[in-house]
């Protein structure tokens, strides 16, 4: 994948994923009649809504915001341990397959930002991606 594709890749896949999440964070933070009949349905208590939405916002800042490449690896996991979780909420009380698998694709999205992400977005000392190396294939630098 030449240069090009790849940032076009990254901030397509960066952007939809930081707008799924901050909107999911302010959503949650509006404590809005869907968001708490859901909480409830999955069992969980109102107010970890609030604490949802707080970090899905300061995460999806973070993977926007230029610079601090580990405050975006974190960023990164938190994302993923979010919409696993959801997932297996959704699954746990027997949710619609849509519902489970919504978070999942979204977990897909993150991963597609994770491994497009510029040399300036990755923490010093990461593994360098060689010219041409695929996505999936190990990209050792020599």
């Given at each position: 994948?030449?240069?090009?594709?790849?940032?076009?890749?990254?901030?397509?896949?960066?952007?939809?994923?930081?707008?799924?999440?901050?909107?999911g964070?302010?959503?949650?933070?509006?404590?809005?009649?869907?968001?708490?009949?859901?909480?409830?349905?999955?069992?969980?208590?109102?107010?970890?809504?609030?604490?949802?939405?707080?970090?899905?916002?300061l995460?999806?800042?973070?993977?926007?915001?230029?610079?601090?490449?580990?405050?975006k690896?974190?960023?990164?996991?938190?994302?993923?341990?979010?919409?696993?979780?959801?997932?297996?909420?959704?699954?746990?009380?027997?949710?619609?397959?849509?519902?489970?698998?919504?978070?999942?694709?979204?977990?897909?999205?993150?991963?597609?930002?994770?491994?497009?992400?510029?040399?300036?977005?990755?923490?010093?000392?990461?593994?360098?991606?060689?010219?041409?190396?695929?996505?999936?294939?190990?990209?050792?630098?020599?």
């Amino acid at each position: 994948m030449n240069d090009k594709a790849r940032t076009i890749g990254y901030w397509i896949s960066t952007g939809l994923l930081g707008f799924g999440v901050a909107s999911g964070g302010v959503a949650d933070l509006a404590g809005s009649p869907q968001v708490l009949e859901g909480m409830a349905h999955l069992g969980y208590p109102a107010y970890l809504a609030t604490i949802l939405g707080v970090w899905k916002v300061l995460g999806a800042v973070a993977l926007l915001a230029p610079r601090f490449p580990r405050l975006k690896e974190w960023a990164y996991a938190g994302i993923v341990f979010d919409l696993t979780g959801a997932a297996a909420s959704h699954a746990a009380v027997g949710d619609a397959a849509g519902q489970v698998m919504t978070p999942l694709v979204l977990v897909a999205v993150a991963a597609a930002s994770w491994a497009l992400r510029p040399e300036g977005r990755r923490l010093a000392g990461a593994p360098k991606r060689e010219a041409g190396a695929r996505v999936g294939e190990p990209a050792l630098a020599t």
